[in-house]
């Protein structure tokens, strides 16, 4: 399984939808990356859905959207990755 982890501007809280297949999940992370870029002005909205909880549905503006990432949930180390960027010296 793989979260898409998303940061919007103004928001302390990151939410997150997560899809069971990469090319899904990257595909949807280089839209949103378009939208960032200012490449992709189609529509103003960007809308998830979550195959792990069915029915979530999320409409955010894409102009908000600051940050973006992909992280795998695994079954090893208490269930997933920790998500994020880590420094290790």
Do not use: H, W
């Amino acid at each position: 399984m793989y979260s898409l982890e998303i940061s919007l501007r103004y928001s302390p809280f990151p939410f997150s939808i997560q899809k069971k297949d990469y090319e899904e999940v990257k595909r949807i992370y280089d839209e949103i990356k378009d939208f960032m870029n200012g490449n992709n002005q189609n529509s103003p909205l960007i809308e998830l859905s979550c195959e792990k909880v069915q029915g979530k549905l999320i409409t955010v503006l894409a102009k908000e959207v600051i940050s973006v990432q992909i992280y795998e949930k695994s079954a090893v180390a208490g269930g997933s990755k920790r998500p994020g960027f880590s420094l290790d010296i």
